[in-house]
């Protein structure tokens, strides 16, 4: 049996994203048995949420960790305090429940082409999975650009300040040069999944 990560992508995203391909590449390059679970996450976040628990809860020994992007990275996050798994987020969304509140109204996922609305319930959705501290810092890895043209970098760095970081000036939201951090990643989680 395989070991598992999971990759979730952010908002308007797919498992199909450039950053998602370039970590399944690096895993099927690392010549190790292992396999990324990385589903399209659903447009609402109770179902996200819903979607991203179910994952973790049906392959519970097998998954080592999460790879998350943006809103993928609260999601991580969220698991992360749930389940204590490692993780790596990448330009991670801290507050999305405040971010996403320009988005309320109708809205196209662009990549599924899926019509549906926000509203101020799913905003408290995300902020009901909240939490200002995590409980396993030691396990979880903070990839940020300061150039980050969507996010406040600097929410990031102190949510996540003591955790490992690399913190790169310039930059932008979809993570400038992310295929070199792959074999990194890999191996953090590794490491990290057999500390208890």
């Known amino acids: ?3 598992k990560i999971l990759y979730l992508h952010g908002f308007h995203s797919s ?4 950053k998602a391909l370039i970590f399944k590449q690096a895993v099927a390059e690392s010549g190790l048995e292992l ?4 589903p399209q996450l ?3 976040p109770e179902a996200a949420i819903a979607q991203v628990e ?3 809860r049906d392959n519970a020994s097998d998954v080592i960790g999460v790879v998350g992007s943006s809103l993928g990275g609260y999601l991580a996050t969220y698991l992360h305090n749930r389940l204590l798994l490692p993780i790596v987020v990448i330009n991670p969304a801290v507050k999305p429940f405040e971010l996403l509140a320009d988005y309320i109204g109708p809205q196209i996922q662009p ?4 019509a549906y609305e926000l509203t101020e319930a799913h905003m408290e959705q995300l902020k009901s999975i909240y939490s200002p501290e995590l409980e396993k810092p030691e396990r979880v890895w903070l990839l940020q650009q300061e150039g ?3 996010l406040d970098y600097r929410q990031a760095v102190a949510h996540y300040q003591n955790c490992k970081v690399t913190l790169e000036p310039k930059g932008n939201h979809s993570f400038v040069g992310f295929d070199r951090f792959g074999t990194a ?5 590794l490491s990290a999944s057999r500390r208890h």
Not at 15 to 18: A, F, I, K, R
Not at 111 to 114: L, P, S, Y
Not at 185 to 189: A, C, N, Q, S
């Open 42 to 44: 659903a447009v609402y």
């Open 185 to 189: 990643i890999i191996d953090f989680l």
């Open 35 to 38: 396999e990324v679970i990385a």
């Open 148 to 150: 980050d043209e969507v």
């Open 54 to 56: 179910t994952c973790c």
């Open 15 to 18: 498992p199909w994203s450039e």
């Open 111 to 114: 990549i599924t082409e899926q």
């Open 1 to 3: 049996m395989s070991q």
